[in-house]
């Protein structure tokens, strides 16, 4: 035999739904049916509920068990799923996550008596089992689900930072394919390796379609990326970045220093640790370029309401004449594109001019979506050769890997089928209506 004996996935779900992490039956319902998914033989099971909170419990199947235990309060469940023989073990990880509905998913593959050493009641005389050849756990996975149907699983070699600020889950990654990776509430938000691509399409369109940007806000971007690109552009004498989380910059810094290289000790930098709708309703300053790089605004998080008609109004009355917004408005995907549809349509709502463009990214496993937004300015007019002037002119064309004046024709030339998608879906969202619902 050259197999394991089974497989065990050591699960950690957050961001979970609290009152379906504390409805007894609920959770019973959900590891029998999980148990059905992985085509296992249900033997009987066992469940009790906590005072005043939390559920405990077992799915004994004829192939091994699925466990669970569920901390309401915390939105945070462990669980385990352990089948042996020709059963489907990862049906049941995503029907638990998604019945869950968790943020985020962390996921430890054990391969149980792999290359297993059969023992008998031979002779003592004989050579003793080889315990070396059983093969330890070489690591474990985390998981992104991009849509509904759709999961990312990435091998984590190791854990850099893993805790909870005042205002999400802060997760530092290093994986096997990306190198290190950023984690917020369980969704990647840039990776060491492709990282340049997000921040060099989410700044220097606008910078580059601006004759000449000095005064810059940055809302969120914590990392600090995007405000290294901000400054490679001499015009710029001040750049406010406004920053929600300050356990993000500080461990960002500490772990990612590579991504803000040294930005947040230039002289022009002035962060400003704060709510964005509260900065923008406390400051008279006008900018000449806005860069909105916060999170993804679903339902329940940070970012639900930064998204709206009133929000984009807001940063208009913040920006200059011929000022310009950029807004990070998530996945492009086909099968997950009503962010991106909604986004778009509320931003025509307030600014004449709306230019939706598109990148690939690699670590974010889906096409991504980014939109620019002005009174004046619309980048498409700008050739590729007056691209490639300007970032010549700003002795900053040799610094960049991504983007040029061809690459600027490129993403913002839309296909037709996509130009209808953004036209047939999505709504203009107003007031206290969250924008969307997370994948899970």
């Known amino acids: ?111 149980r008596g792999e290359h297993p050493q059969q023992l008998s009641l031979s002779p003592a005389s004989e050579a003793p089992p080889n315990w070396e050849s059983i093969t330890p756990p070489a690591g474990w996975s985390f998981l992104e689900f991009t849509t509904p149907e759709s999961t990312v699983v990435l091998r984590v070699n190791r854990v850099l930072a893993s805790f909870r600020s005042d205002f999400q889950h802060i997760e530092i990654l290093d994986t096997a394919a990306f190198g290190r990776m950023l984690v917020l509430d369980g969704q990647v938000q840039s990776a060491e390796a492709d990282e340049f691509i997000y921040h060099e399409a989410l700044v220097h369109p606008a910078m580059t379609t601006h004759p000449e940007p000095r005064e810059v806000l940055i809302l969120g971007g914590g990392e600090g990326a995007t405000l290294r690109e901000v400054l490679r552009h001499p015009s710029v004498r001040r750049a406010v970045m406004v920053e929600i989380d300050p356990q993000v910059i500080e461990v960002c810094r500490r772990d990612l220093p590579e991504w803000s290289a040294g930005a947040f000790d230039d002289p022009r930098t002035q962060v400003v640790i704060d709510d964005a709708v509260h900065y923008l309703n406390t400051t008279d300053d006008r900018f000449d370029v806005v860069l909105s790089d916060l999170t993804e605004p679903y339902r329940g998080t940070l970012s639900e309401q930064l998204a709206t008609e009133e929000m984009f109004q807001a940063i208009r009355r913040h920006l200059k004449p011929d000022g310009i917004l950029v807004n990070q408005s998530g996945s492009a995907n086909l099968a997950n594109v009503d962010l991106f549809a909604s986004i778009h349509r509320t931003l025509q709502s307030v600014f004449p001019v709306v230019a939706p463009y598109t990148i ?81």
């Open 1 to 111: 035999m050259t197999g394991p004996l089974g497989v065990h996935y050591l699960l950690e779900l957050r961001g979970c739904d609290p009152q379906v992490m504390n409805d007894l039956p609920e959770v019973r319902r959900i590891l029998l049916e999980a148990a059905e998914r992985a085509k296992a033989t249900v033997l009987n099971s066992y469940f009790h509920q906590f005072s005043p909170q939390g559920v405990s419990g077992v799915v004994v199947v004829g192939e091994s068990h699925l466990s669970i235990h569920t901390w309401p309060e915390y939105g945070y469940a462990s669980a385990d799923v352990y089948t042996c023989g020709h059963t489907d073990p990862m049906s049941a990880v995503r029907h638990i996550a998604d019945k869950f509905r968790a943020r985020s998913v962390h996921l430890i593959p054990i391969s």
């Open 360 to 440: 690939q990214i690699p670590s974010f496993a889906e096409p991504w979506g980014l939109i620019l937004a002005s009174e004046t300015h619309d980048p498409r007019a700008l050739p590729t050769a007056e691209v490639d002037r300007r970032l010549e002119e700003r002795g900053i064309r040799g610094q960049l890997r991504f983007y040029e004046g061809s690459v600027h024709q490129a993403i913002f030339t839309l296909p037709r089928y996509f130009r209808e998608l953004l036209e047939q879906k999505g709504k203009v969202l107003r007031g206290e209506v969250p924008i969307a619902v997370p994948h899970l």
